[in-house]
C-alpha cells in the first residue's frame, strides 16, 4: 500500500503464485478426498482478501471498521460477479448489461476492490495492489477490460457510497459509570473503543440489538447481578485460569489464549485470523469455483461478521458491564461476600512489548466468540457440514509459528471462544452469550442474503 510503513509481516501479493500461497490440510469427511496444497491459480477473490488482511495490519483498532471495510470489499466483488452471471439476487447493484457486453471479469472485480477499498479505508492507498493485480493474466481483449474497468467501478462505487452515512463515524462521546460493575478503562486514559459502533447501519440485520442477549445470568439488576453466587463463580473462574502467573491454566491453556488473540496492532486482529482461516478451507476444499461462488461465499461471510461486530458492541456498551481485571481488582466494592479482592491480579493478554491488558471496551459479550461463531456459521450452512477439518494459523506475536488443528467448524469457534477466558479478559458468561449471538447472526444472514 503506497506511501505506508511496512508492517511485521507483509502478504501483501504480488504477482499469481504469492497471491495463493496459502496452505492448510482440509476435508469434509472421511469419504472426501481434497489436495493438501492448493494449486497456483489466480483467483481475484482470494488475492483481494489478502490484501484486505494486510490493510487490517496497517489500520488496527477495533473490528467494528475492519468488518465494515471487509463486508465493503466483499460485497463488491459479489455484485460484479454476479452481475456477469446472473446467477443469484445482487446485494446492492446490479448491471445486467454485463450478461451479454462480455467484459473481462478480473477486471471487473480488480477495480472494484480498488474502489471499495479505497472507500473503506481512505487514508491508505491500493494503487500498488490494483497495478499488480491488473498485470496478472487475463484473456480479455482491451475493450473487454475497459467495459470490466467501467463495470468494476461502478458497483464498487455504489458500495462506498450505499456506506457513507452508516454511523460509522459516530462520534458522540461515551460517559463512563464509575459505580461498581460498570466499565471503565484498565489502563490509565485508554479511550472506549467503538462506544457507538452498535448503532451502525447493519448489513442485513433490522438493528444491532435485533439479537442482543439476554442480560448477564439473567440479573436486570446490577447490584443483585454483583451479589449473586454464579457472579462469583464467573469472577473465580477466570481470577484462576486467566491470570498473568496463573498455575492451574495449562500449557496448552496458555497457547490457546496465545493463538488465538491477535489483539495488538500490526496483527490481522481477531477478523483477520477468521477471513485467513476461511481461505484457507476455500482453497483446499474448492480452489477450482467459479469467481462468483467464491465471491458468494466471502460477501456471506463478510456480512456475518460485519452484522456480528455491530450486534456485540451493540449489547457491550448497552450491558456496559466491567472486565474481569477490574471485577477481581475491585471485589471489596461488588457486595459480594464470595469474591476477593485483589489488586495486584493482571490478565494473561499481553501485547508485543508484554505489557498485560485488556481491550478497551465493556466484557458482555465477546467480540472474539462472536466473531468466531458468525465465521463458523457461515461456513457450515455454505458447505453443508460442520465436519471440516483444517489447520489454522495465527498472526499474534506471542504465538509466532503456532499452528492449531480442529475437525470441525464449532470446534475451532469453542476454541476461540475459551481463549478468552484463558486469556483473563472475560468471564465464561461473555463467551458463552457471544457463541449463541454469532450463531444466530450466522443463520439469520445465510437466510436473508444473497440468494
Known amino acids: 500500500m503506497s506511501g505506508i510503513a511496512p508492517t511485521r509481516r507483509r502478504v501483501m501479493v504480488r504477482a499469481a503464485a504469492a497471491a495463493l500461497a496459502i496452505g492448510g490440510l482440509v476435508s469434509v469427511s472421511p469419504s472426501t478426498a481434497v489436495a493438501e ?26 473490528p467494528g471498521p475492519l468488518t465494515r471495510g471487509g463486508a465493503m470489499l466483499n460485497t463488491a466483488l459479489y455484485d460484479v460477479a454476479n452481475s456477469i452471471s446472473g446467477e443469484g439476487k ?6 445486467p448489461e454485463a450478461r451479454w457486453r462480455h467484459g473481462s471479469l478480473n477486471s471487473a472485480l ?11 479505508y481512505p487514508r491508505l492507498d491500493f494503487g500498488d495492489e490494483l497495478a499488480a493485480a491488473l498485470a496478472l493474466p487475463d484473456s480479455g481483449t482491451r475493450a473487454q477490460k475497459e467495459f470490466g474497468k467501467s463495470l468494476g467501478t461502478k458497483v464498487g462505487s455504489a458500495i462506498v457510497a450505499a456506506r457513507a452515512d452508516d454511523g460509522a463515524n459516530d462520534d ?17 486514559g485508554a479511550a472506549p473503543a467503538g462506544a457507538n459502533w452498535g448503532k451502525v ?22 447490584a443483585e447481578l454483583l451479589a449473586s453466587e454464579a457472579y462469583a463463580k464467573q469472577v473465580d473462574e477466570v481470577r484462576r485460569l486467566g491470570g498473568a502467573t496463573s498455575t492451574e491454566r495449562t500449557a496448552d491453556q496458555t497457547e490457546i489464549a496465545r ?44 456480512i456475518s461478521l460485519a452484522d456480528a461486530a455491530i450486534s456485540v458492541w451493540e449489547s457491550k456498551y448497552h450491558t456496559n458491564l466491567w472486565r474481569p481485571a477490574t471485577a477481581i481488582n475491585l471485589a471489596d466494592t461488588d457486595g459480594n461476600d464470595l469474591t476477593v479482592a485483589d489488586p495486584n491480579w493482571k490478565p494473561l493478554s499481553a501485547n508485543a512489548a508484554g505489557v498485560h491488558f485488556s481491550p478497551s471496551f465493556p466484557t458482555y459479550s465477546s467480540g472474539h466468540s462472536g466473531i468466531a461463531a ?4 457461515i461456513l457450515r450452512s455454505y458447505y453443508g457440514t460442520d465436519r471440516i477439518s483444517f489447520t489454522g494459523t495465527t498472526d499474534d506475536p506471542n504465538a509466532v509459528g503456532v499452528t492449531r488443528s480442529f475437525t470441525s467448524l464449532t470446534q475451532a469457534a469453542q476454541e476461540k471462544a475459551d481463549s478468552r477466558l484463558y486469556a483473563g479478559v472475560h468471564f465464561r458468561m461473555d463467551n458463552d452469550a457471544a457463541l449463541a449471538q454469532g450463531y444466530r447472526i450466522a443463520d439469520y444472514v445465510y437466510a436473508n442474503a444473497l440468494k
Open 374 to 377: 458468525a465465521w463458523a456459521g
Open 259 to 302: 493463538f488465538w488473540a491477535n489483539d495488538a496492532d500490526g496483527t490481522y486482529k481477531p477478523v483477520g485470523q477468521q477471513y485467513e482461516h476461511a481461505i484457507i478451507i476455500q482453497q483446499s476444499l474448492r480452489p477450482d469455483d467459479s469467481s462468483y461462488r467464491t465471491s458468494r461465499l466471502f460477501a456471506l461471510l463478510s
Open 110 to 120: 480488480d477495480y472494484a476492490a480498488y474502489h471499495a477499498l479505497e472507500g473503506a
Open 172 to 188: 458522540t462521546p461515551y460517559v463512563q459509570t464509575d459505580a461498581p460493575g460498570y466499565w471503565r478503562p484498565t489502563a490509565p
Open 37 to 62: 496444497t492448493p494449486p497456483e491459480r489466480t483467483d481475484r477473490v482470494i488475492y483481494w482478501n489478502n490484501v484486505l488482511l494486510d490493510a487490517f495490519r496497517e489500520v488496527g483498532g477495533h
Open 201 to 222: 447501519k447493519p448489513w442485513i440485520l433490522r438493528s444491532g440489538s435485533q439479537f442482543r442477549p439476554q442480560e448477564p445470568l439473567g440479573f436486570d439488576d446490577r
Open 90 to 95: 445482487p446485494y446492492l447493484t446490479d448491471v
